[in-house]
C-alpha cells in the first residue's frame, strides 16, 4: 500500500517537503517511522526515537488527526492516508 507523507521544518531538509511511502498491507504507524528512520539522519533519528519512547518531538497526523487521539504508533494505515510531520517550532 501507498501512504502519502508531507514534512514541515527541517525534516524538508532530508525528505523534501513530500514523499510517498510503501509499507505492506496492515501497516501501523511505527512501521511508518521505522522506514523513514532509513532515510534520516542522526539528529532527526534521535527526534524518531523519543516518540516512540513516548516522549514526542514531533506532532505527527494521520489524515488531520494527530495519533495521540487514535492508538498512537499501533494506528493502523491504510492506502492513501496521509501523514504530516510536524517538528516543533521555537520562535520570539
Do not use: C, Q, W
Not at 505492506?24 to 517511522?33: G, I, S, T, V, Y
Request: aromatic share 4%.
Amino acid at each position: 500500500m501507498k501512504v502519502k507523507v508531507r514534512v514541515f521544518g527541517r525534516l524538508i531538509d532530508i525528505f523534501g517537503n513530500e514523499l510517498e511511502m510503501e509499507l505492506e498491507p496492515n501497516a501501523k504507524m511505527r512501521d511508518l517511522l521505522a522506514k523513514l528512520r532509513e532515510k534520516t539522519l542522526s539528529l532527526e533519528e534521535e527526534a524518531l526515537n523519543r516518540y516512540e519512547r513516548d516522549e514526542p518531538e514531533l506532532t505527527i497526523l494521520l489524515n488531520g488527526r494527530n495519533i495521540h487521539v487514535l492508538k498512537k504508533l499501533e494506528t493502523p494505515l491504510k492506502d492513501g492516508d496521509t501523514v504530516v510531520l510536524l517538528p516543533p517550532v521555537i520562535g520570539g
